[in-house]
T-cell receptor, first 110, second 114 residues
Framework: GQNIDQPTEMTATEGAIVQINCTYQ??????LFWYQQHAGEAPTFLSY????GLEEKGRFSSFLSRSKGYSYLLLKELQMKDSASYLC???????????FGTGTRLTVIP | DGGITQSPKYLFRKEGQNVTLSCEQN?????MYWYRQDPGQGLRLIYY???????QKGDIAEGYSVSREKKESFPLTVTSAQKNPTAFYLC?????????????FGPGTRLTVL
């Protein structure tokens, strides 16, 4: 089966930096996605990595190491509105479906 | 505006009844997906369809059925055979199934079986 691990919960302070880790063991790899999901709402796309390295997009960055089966999402200058769940998802070859981790619930405190 | 619509947002049904959740997209996407999300859990794939008139089972298809008669529509039926149907159901679509093509999600339907 596919295994994707993320911490369940994290807390960080407004204005700070937080790193959310994701490790995966899957039957192949065809890209890794990060989504943000506010409570009771649909997930929204944040970032995509398919090659090793860092992808930066404003306050959000995502890193991938395929050899280590590891990714992280870095959020800078945290804002209260960043309180949400962050989902890591790996695309697996074949049907190219996404397999999701359980998500990390981030709480930003003043 | 292009997007994915799911209705209703909240749905209540009695145990033993079948219920159909709607999903419509006007993004002209080929592939569509149904996920289930339980509290504290990630999204789990129920069914997916990469082309009209074709669909495949995901990881937790038992107790569910789908149809894909039109490109823009992918309804999900939760049957009485589904043992624990209360959950948040998300529909998604994407243009292609490989490369950088994010899945776009609908707003979700929260189903509660009484």
């Amino acid at each position: 089966g596919q295994n994707i691990d993320q911490p369940t919960e994290m807390t960080a302070t407004e204005g700070a930096i937080v790193q959310i880790n994701c490790t995966y063991q899957t039957s192949g790899f065809n890209g890794l996605f990060w989504y943000q999901q506010h409570a009771g709402e649909a997930p929204t796309f944040l970032s995509y990595n398919v090659l090793d390295g860092l992808e930066e997009k404003g306050r959000f960055s995502s890193f991938l190491s395929r050899s280590k089966g590891y990714s992280y999402l870095l959020l800078k200058e945290l804002q209260m509105k960043d309180s949400a769940s962050y989902l890591c998802a790996v695309r697996v070859p074949g049907a190219n479906n996404l397999f999701f981790g359980t998500g990390t619930r981030l709480t930003v405190i003043p | 505006d292009g997007g994915i619509t799911q209705s209703p947002k909240y749905l209540f049904r009695k145990e033993g009844q079948n219920v159909t959740l709607s999903c419509e997209q006007n993004l002209n996407h080929d592939a569509m997906y149904w996920y289930r999300q339980d509290p504290g859990q990630g999204l789990r794939l129920i069914y997916y369809s990469q082309i009209v008139n074709d669909f495949q089972k995901g990881d937790i298809a038992e107790g569910y059925s789908v149809s894909r008669e039109k490109k823009e529509s992918f309804p999900l039926t939760v049957t009485s055979a589904q043992k624990n149907p209360t959950a948040f159901y998300l529909c998604a679509s994407t243009q292609w199934t490989s490369g950088f093509n994010e899945q776009f999600f609908g707003p979700g339907t929260r189903l509660t079986v009484l």
